[in-house]
């Protein structure tokens, strides 16, 4: 018995940190983006729960691997979604200008999109997506 304990625990280590592609993912991921503008720019990324981040530059283009996340904070994040009550609302006002955050769970997509100056962003929204641009990485960010 106490030999087949370390293997249970090192199976059930292996089984938490999974790690996914694009092409197979989990039920559940989070995108979050902005876009629009003469040149029609769009960056959007995709979160999902165990950290793993990814970003992609064009509607049509492929997702790349960033940095993950720490997984707690990618946790707090999709916690958040819940707790803010994001699927309950239904905000559609994107502008010329626009930002984004997605859920999908499960098959089930629930989209919210601002940028409009006649309909002003809800402050959670607002909360929400500084929340997770928060997690972006900063390219050339010098670290101390």
């Known amino acids: 018995m106490l030999r087949t304990l370390p293997l249970f625990a090192l199976l059930l280590v292996l089984i938490s940190c999974k790690t996914y592609s694009t092409e197979k993912l989990p039920d559940t991921q989070l995108y979050f983006g902005s876009g629009g503008g003469f040149a029609g720019t769009f960056t959007e990324y995709m979160l999902l729960e ?3 981040f990814f970003k992609r530059e064009s509607q049509q283009g492929a997702f790349i691997a960033l ?3 720490k997984r707690s904070q990618a946790k707090l994040i999709f916690l958040d979604w819940t707790k803010q009550k994001m699927s309950e609302q239904d905000f559609q006002h994107p502008g010329n200008l ?8 499960k098959g089930q997509k629930h989209r919210l ?3 409009s100056s006649s309909h002003p962003t809800p402050e959670s929204i607002k909360q929400f997506y500084a929340a997770c ?4 990485p900063q390219v050339g960010a010098v670290k101390k």
Not at 98 to 105: G, L
Not at 133 to 136: C, E, I, K, P, R
């Open 98 to 105: 626009y930002h984004f955050v997605r859920m999908e769970d």
């Open 67 to 69: 940095p993950k996340v």
């Open 113 to 115: 999109s601002w940028g």
């Open 133 to 136: 641009q928060a997690l972006v």
């Open 50 to 52: 165990n950290g793993q």
